[in-house]
């Protein structure tokens, strides 16, 4: 993390505090978020972005490329996600 060593063990934080930084695994968490026009949404989805979803997906996409060798999004069943939707993960 910018140190003479590596950090060890489990790192929390936000994937903008994450930004520029590489680790061997990222577990990314979705949950969900209530807004007042549109019921609960995806978390991955930030307010007041639009179809397609640019800034959102941007935003993903820096959390996963954290990871050196893989990434685990921690995703349940509802809300859906549309970002994720129609992939495997």
């Known amino acids: 993390m910018g140190g003479a060593e590596d950090s060890r063990g489990v790192q929390i934080m936000t994937i903008h505090k994450a930004k520029g930084k590489q680790f ?3 577990i990314i968490v979705r949950g969900g978020r209530f807004d007042e026009k549109l019921g609960l949404m995806s978390s991955f ?45």
Request: with cysteine; aromatic share 10%; charged share 20%.
């Open 24 to 26: 061997d695994g990222v």
């Open 45 to 89: 989805v930030w307010p007041d972005d639009t179809h397609p979803f640019n800034r959102s997906r941007r935003i993903l996409r820096v959390g996963i490329t954290r990871a050196k060798t893989h990434t685990m999004i921690l995703y349940p069943m509802f809300p859906t996600c549309i970002i994720t939707s129609g992939y495997s993960l």
